[in-house]
């Protein structure tokens, strides 16, 4: 997401989203502070890194990993998003049953929240 945050300038001010963005430095750092190696361990990383006599050419900023095997990537990332969702869910609920409950809102339906099918059948 670091990678993708960092072309917002640039697509901003019209410019394409890699132009100047990183050179063979930034990525050699990209790749130490991400976590790439211990990941993937050192041996994985070196590939990937930018060559001595390429450190100041442009680089295109592509997370490429170092293994073929890329499946369930993004499994733990979303193991955090649905309970969270679902986290989100409850305590609407339950903000909404307390607010039933002492009374600043009804438990009757609004006619604000009420299905379009019924206004329907009021018009007709």
Do not use: C
């Not at 990332?77 to 607010?99: D, Y």
Request: glycine share 10%.
């Amino acid at each position: 997401m670091g990678l993708d945050l960092g072309a917002i300038p640039n697509v901003l001010t019209g410019k394409k989203w890699h132009e100047g963005r990183m050179n063979g430095r930034d990525w050699n750092q990209f790749l130490e502070q991400e976590g790439f190696v211990e990941r993937y361990g050192k041996e994985a990383v070196d590939p990937l890194r930018a060559p001595d006599e390429d450190l100041d050419g442009s680089r295109v900023p592509f997370v490429v990993l170092p293994n073929d095997n890329a499946r369930g990537i993004v499994v733990n990332s979303l193991n955090l998003i649905f309970p969270l969702g679902f986290l989100m869910i409850g305590l609407r609920l339950l903000l909404r049953a307390l607010l039933v409950l002492s009374g600043h809102l009804s438990a009757e339906q609004e006619d604000s929240e009420a299905p379009s099918q019924s206004k329907a059948k009021e018009a007709a």
